[in-house]
């Protein structure tokens, strides 16, 4: 019997919810901020915000892993213009650990590269998401930050790597159909996942004005809806050279390091190594893991 079918077997015994002695302890990561970056539509630059965090975090001498949680749709390899050969579904299929796959991309950041094209990814199965969290549980480097960027949407796999994860950054941009998105992915993570904080950054914006003003949009509806409070994290404005460089397969971080985009990125950045989390978000990766095995 693998891993995945021993899992499968003690939670059906136990009618389907977890407890804390069956995931194993691994203590060797004891406080790393685990941090989702996701939106509720395409196209907001999730992807290129996500990958653009684990460099800066990464040049700040940070110990970061960057999760390509996109299974079916991988992007952070294009993006970063690296060609693993093993990845995500090769870890699923017990072909490979964890540690096998992870690579090296550039400021040294380590990176789990998902795949492409394969269906079974898109919706991973209740055993899938046992063996990735035994994984992420086991993996064998010390980090300091791990950066999950997620598929957009509302789909099972979106939901499922934003509840592993205890910080979860939205990304927005100003147009009605990304605000409208968003309000449903945190409405359906809030309501049914019982996620309770998000942080909100603004991308593509012309303006600070803009960026408050898509905020405060966005923070009246959760607050009037789901009496739910968001918080703001910042902003970055439109930069066309995002397009030139994903084009060049480089990070914007690494093309324009002077760039008012980057500069608001790392200001982000700051921001973020500068919080402390509350102590319900301050744990090992198993810590994270038990609140969603329960919802799988």
């Not at 893991?289 to 329960?294: A, K, V």
Request: charged share 25%; hydrophobic share 40%.
């Amino acid at each position: 019997m693998d891993q995945a079918e021993m899992l499968r077997s003690i939670m059906e015994e136990e009618g389907g919810t977890s407890k804390p002695s069956e995931i194993p302890s691994r203590e060797r990561n004891e406080g790393v901020r685990v941090i989702a970056v996701t939106s509720g539509k395409g196209g907001v630059g999730k992807t290129n915000i996500a990958a653009n965090f684990a460099y800066i975090t990464a040049l700040k001498g940070k110990r970061t892993l960057l999760v390509d949680a996109d299974a079916g749709l991988a992007n952070i390899d294009v993006i970063l213009g690296i060609t693993p050969e093993f990845n995500l579904y090769h870890v699923l299929r017990g072909e490979k650990k964890l540690s096998e796959v992870i690579v090296t991309g550039p400021g040294g950041i380590r990176i789990l590269p998902a795949s492409s094209g394969i269906a079974e990814m898109t919706d991973l199965s209740r055993g899938s998401k046992l063996t990735l969290l035994e994984e992420l549980q086991d993996i064998d480097e010390p980090l300091d930050f791990i950066f999950i960027d997620t598929a957009a949407g509302i789909a099972g796999n979106v939901m499922y790597f934003n509840m592993v994860a205890k910080e979860i950054v939205v990304v927005v941009t100003p147009e009605p159909t990304s605000l409208t998105d968003a309000y449903a992915l945190i409405k359906l993570l809030y309501k049914n996942y019982g996620a309770k904080r998000f942080k909100l950054v603004t991308n593509m914006v012309k303006n600070a004005a803009e960026s408050k003003a898509v905020f405060s949009r966005l923070s009246r509806a959760t607050e009037h809806f789901l009496n739910l409070s968001i918080d703001y994290l910042g902003l970055i404005p439109f930069d066309p050279r995002v397009q030139e460089t994903v084009k060049r397969q480089c990070l914007l971080a690494q093309g324009y390091p002077k760039s008012k985009a980057v500069q608001s990125l790392k200001s982000i950045v700051d921001k973020l190594m500068k919080e402390e989390p509350d102590t319900y978000d301050r744990g090992t990766i198993k810590f994270f893991g038990r609140s969603c095995i329960e919802r799988l």
